[in-house]
Structures are given as structure tokens and as C-alpha cells.
């Protein structure tokens, strides 16, 4: 056997097996299911969203009404099962330190995703 055409059979597979797997890829890209959307329904259903606002004081205000960390912590684990929405709207005065502190913290107490309202109104996921 040729030493030349032993020692290109292995650049050879491999080229093959690259250019298959480059050509695949398309494929296996389009195949992925596109994301799914929630429906303002689904939100209607839920009830109103919490509205949480966080002071650069610290103080938390639920609705625009003061609320201590206590009685929000409760709130939060009363609503575990309610599928309302909360979005969280920190003052612009705290550091994102504390925004995420307090994001994680929110999260723990309502076990649910918090979604973080920019000052437009606009919230994030």
C-alpha cells in the first residue's frame, strides 16, 4: 500500500467528518422550537402584578404604599402559588450591589422569577 495514502486516510475521515458536521448544522439550528411567548391573557388570569419599589434608604414600598421587610417577606410567601407577576423597581440612588441583593432576596421569598423594572416602565425579565 502507498505510505502516502496511509498517511493521509486519517486527514481525510477527518475532513469528511468536520464538513459533515458543518453541513449538519444548519439543519439542527432550524429544528430548535422557537421561543415561546407569554400571552397578556396569561397575565390577566394571574391578577395585578406586586409593584415592589426599593428606597435608597432601603425602605420597600409595595404599590407606592411603605411596607417592612417583615410583612413584604410574609406577602411574598403567601403568593408562592398565585401566578401574579412581580416586578421590582430599584431607586436609582442604590449601588448594583444592593440591586442584586435585593433581587436574590425577593426571589428567595416569593420562590419565583422577579422581573426588574427599568425606570421607563419597560420590565426586564
Do not use: C, K, Y
Not at 505510505?3 to 429544528?31: K, Q
Not at 411603605?66 to 436609582?92: C, H, K
Not at 425577593?106 to 419565583?112: C, D, E, M, P, V
Amino acid at each position: 500500500m502507498n505510505p502516502a495514502l496511509v498517511l493521509a486516510a486519517p486527514l481525510i475521515l477527518t475532513s469528511l467528518v468536520v464538513l459533515t458536521a458543518v453541513a449538519a448544522l444548519p439543519a439542527l439550528l432550524l429544528a430548535s422550537p422557537p421561543p415561546r411567548l407569554r400571552h397578556p391573557a396569561q397575565a390577566a388570569v394571574a391578577g395585578p402584578p406586586l409593584q415592589l419599589v426599593r428606597a435608597g434608604s432601603g425602605a420597600w414600598f409595595l404599590a407606592g404604599q411603605p411596607i417592612a421587610e417583615g410583612a413584604l417577606a410574609r406577602l411574598l410567601q403567601q403568593r408562592r402559588n398565585s401566578g401574579a407577576e412581580i416586578l421590582f423597581q430599584p431607586s436609582g440612588a442604590l449601588d448594583a450591589a444592593a440591586v442584586s441583593s435585593s433581587l436574590a432576596w425577593l426571589r428567595r421569598q416569593s420562590g419565583r422569577p422577579v422581573a426588574l423594572a427599568l425606570p421607563t416602565g419597560t420590565p426586564l425579565p
